[in-house]
């Protein structure tokens, strides 16, 4: 489907059981990725990354974004209130801390946070929530980050 013909056979059937499938005429393909360079990942093929167009998204660092993003998925106005800042805090300070070895919290980790203290937070409470969130994604996480100052 990424060829000029915009097939696809399907080889299980075998033989002259091959079915081919045709793209229809308003098929598009998207794809996501962490570069390859990220931990776990491997770079494309050439084959497969020369039938793609790679555009290379920063991470968010933008403040007003982030707070943005933290007020929008905390669930409960009375903890958005107590927290969001707090938490956009923490992932600032953290994020100069860790330097170069570890860019710091991903915003993957802060909705991880945030999710968590969403389903915590009615259960132990704003301030243990928070604290056990910042447990989830900084200690759970350490294997990732070797080289990570502690």
């Known amino acids: 489907v990424l060829e000029q013909g915009r097939t696809l056979t399907l080889a299980e059937k075998g033989g002259a059981g091959a079915e081919v499938i045709t793209a229809a005429p308003d098929f598009r393909l998207v794809g996501t990725m962490n570069p390859g360079g990220d931990y776990g990942k491997k770079e494309?093929?050439?084959?497969?990354?020369?039938?793609?167009?790679?555009?290379?998204?920063?991470?968010?660092?933008?403040?007003?974004?982030?707070?943005?993003?933290?007020?929008?998925?905390?669930?409960?106005?009375?903890?958005?209130?107590?927290?969001?800042?707090?938490?956009?805090?923490?992932?600032?300070?953290?994020k100069a801390q860790a330097g170069a070895a570890r860019a710091g919290l991903s915003v993957r980790d802060l909705l991880a946070w945030v999710r968590f203290i969403n389903a915590a937070a009615p259960h132990i409470g704003t301030e243990a929530a928070y604290a056990h969130g910042a447990h989830l994604v900084l200690l759970d996480g350490i294997g990732l980050g070797v080289g990570m100052p502690l």
Do not use: C, M
């Not at 993003?69 to 600032?92: M, N």
């Open 44 to 94: 494309l093929s050439p084959a497969l990354s020369n039938r793609f167009t790679q555009i290379w998204v920063p991470a968010i660092e933008d403040q007003a974004e982030l707070a943005a993003i933290i007020k929008s998925r905390i669930t409960d106005p009375a903890v958005r209130q107590a927290i969001a800042d707090k938490l956009l805090d923490f992932w600032t300070f953290h």
